[in-house]
């Protein structure tokens, strides 16, 4: 299957801070992209769908000042949380869509802890 | 009514037997269906796929389709204490839609 790269796995961070993550298709290009994020023993929350060359659709409740979202290449899309607080702290997902069937290879996580 | 729904689970079944993971959606137009495994702590990880009606098999897994009933699901056979994770139904229409998932434990 398709390889997607993410990147850091684990930050932890002074509230206050903003913090990247970086999500890579390695060996296909992505145009779309999708942030998730997971609490504790709950299912996936899609955030956002990262478009190549546009801006990001968020989802309803998502702060998209909060969350920003860029898509810059066909292999690249970063999420960027700013001023993280504490409640900020979670497990964020990223994944890029296979073509043409859909199935989604997700990231390796990153595991975001603000203090 | 949830667009994907599971079984709630936890389920639990002892090493060997067979694992019943079931799903249900709601949109008659959705063509594609993928079964995740997720272990503690990790992200998620693609296990099957299935996009037309019967079953299909690879290895230890069965993954049934029936569009009418709107209904797929994941069978395990000879369960091991690995399988143990929470299993992710998906369904595609247009995103990406996963359900709640089901935790799953083989004892040994």
């Known amino acids: 299957g398709a390889v997607v790269s993410q990147h850091p796995s684990r930050v932890i961070c002074k509230s206050g801070t903003s913090v990247k993550i970086e999500c890579r298709s390695l060996d296909f290009q992505a145009t779309t992209m999708f942030w998730y994020r997971q609490f504790p023993k709950k299912s996936l929350m899609l955030m956002a769908t990262s478009n190549e060359g546009s801006k990001a659709t968020y989802e309803q409740g998502v702060e998209k000042d909060k969350f920003l979202i860029n898509h810059a290449s066909l292999t690249l899309s970063t999420l960027t949380v700013t001023s993280a607080h504490p409640e900020d702290s979670s497990f964020y997902i990223c994944s890029a869509s296979g073509w043409p069937t859909g199935e989604l290879f997700f990231g390796e996580g990153s595991r975001l802890t603000v203090l | 009514q949830k667009e994907v729904e599971q079984n709630s689970g936890p389920l639990s079944v002892p090493e060997g037997a067979i694992a019943s993971l079931n799903c249900t959606y709601s949109d008659r137009g959705s063509q594609s269906f993928f079964w995740y495994r997720q272990y503690s702590g990790k992200s998620p990880e693609l296990i099957m796929s299935?996009?037309?009606?019967g079953d299909k098999e690879d290895g230890r897994f069965t993954a049934q389709l029936n569009k009418a009933s709107q209904y797929v699901s994941l069978l395990i056979r000879d369960s091991q204490p690995s399988d143990s994770a929470t299993y992710l139904c998906a369904v595609i229409v247009g995103k990406s839609t996963f359900g709640d998932g089901t935790t799953l434990t083989v004892k040994p």
């Open positions: 299935i996009y037309s009606n």
